[in-house]
């Protein structure tokens, strides 16, 4: 192997160090890498290689009921990446080097050659101790290219109106991660949506990393959670940097932490040192008429070196788009056109796909006018072209946007998805997007979990078109307003007619019926669901969804043994889906050991539970994980197999606890307590007791309030009275009979009749 920095440049590109970065923390498989970073499966299967061939990290095969399933992790005891603020420190076996990539690159812009100068004060300014900095200015002055010119390795996010406080999250989670800060990426995985835990979260990573922090066109975000993230930054931050680039004075705090540039036209020194780059050898007189009218504006100056003709018109900017434009090739022209169609950069491979040309010269001569701006490996057009473009464009643009769109689908990530749908939403054909929402269902379940804020904006711009309410309603089930849901379904189920979509909303009335209490009428939704499962029974999205809803309906009956039934028939689907799905596939096996523990088998419940946590560490699912602990630390109790109890629940409650998703951390850690109690650890179920009263506080989750209960039970046990911490308790749930009946039988596990009656009365 050569051990030297051309061997790490080739080996540690961008994708590969997001991979070690994931891996540093944790065990993953290629399909979950694929997910947290938005990338092709066929990518990361092909970084992961170079890197286990290189012996950077190993891979180790689960069989999963006859599958081999390969799970990744570094090789620690042969390479250590450490992540600081200059790049990283690698060792590959007893060599050492350093090496400081630019880790995400391809966000930060690149301008063209010799675009770039002056500027040397407000450098300076930028690089000084202020926490948070604001570029501000009037579009085409440079504010970018400034930024870019001093935070070239920072991690760099242009907005767009669309843009959601979910997916920056993201985006910035993954960042974070890589220079060593965990906590935002676990609780993004988690499924974690609270603002005020994303915020403090990035203000957490950003303080601890000391990272820079770019936000570009702010003057186009549209979203109050985003806005308020922004504020509550840069109102904190204290070590770090944030950066916000507007055409506009964002409306955040202004103090002495904060750096204000109102950035105006170069000075005539500086513009003359532009205009003598682009036009060699400018005389005094033609370079003080240019600046009389240019006023120092970098793209005006740019523009006025590529005219063909002296400026003579008070019209100065169209006259010098003009001016410059019918001076282009037709396929330099052609080309500006087609990057106008689309809002944010696009990738060179797409813009090769959907052109069927070679353009790479032509964005290169573009790109040197000053006439197109790069981003990594993207092109794009400054908004001030796009809008003079726009004006005089004449090529087909739907299907340069039916081609992106081809294009976007097959790199097979939500990300990109999304992007696809808007440009499906622009081309305005309903059965475009009814095709598009079945490719949603089919094949991205995860965007309406992952990714449901940006997607519902998209949606909401066409609401009128029955396929997007459907997906809509679909939202709002998932967040728990059923009956916002419900009354959208019945809307758009009279006005869908192809069969996919309307099993797709019978499927989703029945699992809303039957949450609402309303069984009937989810059994009325189930027999019309079953005509259409029987006319496209080899579907396997229908065949799925049919047992799914049929097992659905027996739960909720309390018809056990017809729902075990049914869920092995959900199972067997699921198995022969053809997209892997073990997270549902994990939830299948968990509901089936529910089943059995209501009726009374424990040890088969628990198998279940098991073979679905097997599933989900395959698979490196940490939340369904977690959850399957938690379900074997209940059946464990019962079976009055107190260690396992208490291992199995002290695994959740560390995992939710870190994730900050509370309710299920004091589920885990009431389990805990109870379990410990059995062992005879008392100091040990103390301390868990305790630790579930403190998030009771914060969250009132009823479940906390038997926290009292059990301080008082355990003074009981230490010799002491536990009456007033009993009574606080029981007064806390006194209006939940079930809670009580529930926590009686936990404790007749641990006691008997009398000793219950004498402490809990």
């Not at 390479?79 to 400081?100: A, H, Q, R, W």
């Not at 991690?155 to 979910?166: A, I, K, L, P, Q």
């Not at 974070?176 to 800060?181: D, I, K, T, V, W």
């Not at 995992?655 to 389990?671: E, S, V």
């Amino acid at each position: 192997m050569q051990n030297d920095v051309s061997f790490l440049r080739s080996l540690l590109n961008e994708t590969n160090i997001q991979i070690i970065s994931l891996l540093g923390g944790t065990s993953l498989n290629t399909r979950e890498i694929a997910r947290l970073l938005q990338k092709d499966e066929t990518l990361i299967s092909r970084g992961l290689r170079s890197l286990e061939k290189a012996g950077i990290v190993e891979g180790k095969w689960m069989r999963v009921r006859g599958k081999n399933i390969k799970v990744y992790s570094l090789k620690s005891d042969e390479l250590k990446i450490s992540f600081n603020p200059e790049g990283m420190d690698v060792k590959i076996g007893e060599k050492s080097f350093k090496y400081s990539p630019p880790l995400l690159e391809s966000r930060v812009p690149k301008t063209g050659t010799g675009s770039f100068v002056g500027r040397e004060r407000e450098v300076e300014l930028l690089k000084g101790n202020h926490p948070v900095a604001v570029i501000f200015g009037m579009a085409g002055i440079g504010k970018s290219s400034l930024g870019a010119r001093v935070f070239g390795d920072a991690f760099w996010h242009s907005m767009t109106e669309e843009d959601t406080v979910e997916y920056i999250a993201w985006q910035l989670a993954l960042y974070l991660n890589l220079r060593g800060f965990r906590a935002m990426i676990e609780y993004m995985r988690a499924g974690g949506k609270e603002l005020s835990t994303i915020r403090g979260l990035a203000l957490e990573g950003i303080t601890r990393t000391e990272a820079t922090v770019v936000f570009d066109d702010l003057h186009k975000c549209r979203d109050d959670d985003v806005s308020s993230m922004i504020r509550f930054l840069a109102s904190r931050l204290e070590r770090g940097k944030l950066i916000l680039i507007s055409r506009e004075k964002p409306a955040i705090s202004y103090d002495e932490r904060v750096l204000l540039i109102h950035l105006r036209g170069l000075s005539s020194e500086e513009s003359y040192r532009l205009l003598n780059l682009k036009m060699p050898g400018i005389t005094p007189g033609e370079f003080s008429r240019i600046y009389h009218f240019t006023l120092g504006h970098p793209l005006m100056l740019v523009l006025v070196s590529e005219a063909s003709k002296p400026m003579d018109s008070p019209f100065l900017f169209e006259y010098l788009l003009r001016e410059v434009y019918q001076g282009l090739s037709n396929e330099e022209r052609t080309v500006l056109q087609l990057l106008s169609l689309f809002d944010e950069p696009v990738e060179l491979s797409a813009l090769r796909e959907i052109h069927a040309r070679n353009i790479f010269l032509t964005l290169y001569s573009l790109l040197n006018k000053g006439l197109v701006e790069r981003t990594g490996e993207r092109y794009h057009v400054h908004d001030l072209l796009r809008g003079f473009l726009i004006g005089i464009r004449d090529i087909p643009a739907g299907e340069y946007y039916l081609g992106y769109i081809r294009y976007l689908l097959e790199k097979n990530t939500a990300k990109d998805f999304l992007r696809a749908f808007k440009y499906a939403i622009r081309l305005g054909d309903r059965e475009l997007i009814g095709e598009m929402t079945e490719i949603r269902i089919r094949r991205f379940w995860r965007i309406a979990l992952d990714f449901p804020l940006a997607y519902q904006k998209l949606l909401e711009k066409i609401r009128e078109v029955p396929y997007a309410r459907e997906e809509i309603a679909r939202l709002y089930f998932n967040r728990g307003f059923f009956e916002k849901a419900l009354m959208l379904w019945l809307e758009v189920r009279e006005e869908i007619e192809d069969d996919f979509h309307r099993f797709d909303v019978l499927m989703m009335l029945t699992d809303v019926y039957c949450e609402i209490g309303e069984i009937e009428k989810a059994e009325e939704c189930l027999s019309e669901l079953e005509g259409l499962f029987f006319l496209h029974r080899d579907d396997p999205y229908m065949r799925l969804g049919y047992y799914i809803e049929v097992t659905k309906v027996h739960t909720f009956k309390r018809e056990r043994k017809e729902a075990i039934e049914n869920a092995f028939k959900e199972l067997e689907a699921i198995r022969e889906y053809p997209l892997v799905h073990p997270e549902l596939e994990s939830l299948i096996l968990y509901h089936i050991g529910y089943l059995y523990v209501e009726m009374g088998e424990l040890e088969k419940g628990g198998r279940y539970y098991r073979e679905g946590l097997k599933v989900a560490e395959a698979y490196s699912l940490p939340y369904m994980e977690n959850l399957g602990y938690i379900q074997i630390g209940i059946v464990s109790y019962f079976l009055r197999d107190f260690r396992t109890s208490s291992e199995s629940s002290g695994k959740a409650a560390e995992y939710f606890l870190r994730t900050k998703n509370y309710r299920r951390a004091i589920d885990a850690l009431f389990r805990r307590a109870v379990a410990m109690i059995g062992e005879g650890r008392f100091d040990g179920a103390r301390e868990a007791s305790e630790k579930i009263l403190e998030l009771a506080e914060g969250t009132n989750y009823a479940i906390g309030w038997m926290g009292y209960v059990l301080l008082g039970i355990l003074d009981e046990l230490g010799g002491k009275s536990g009456k007033e911490y009993i009574r606080a308790g029981l007064e806390k749930i006194e209006e939940n009979e079930y809670l009580r009946l529930g926590m009686l039988e936990e404790l007749r596990v641990l006691f008997d009749e009398e000793t219950l009656q004498r402490w809990l009365g």
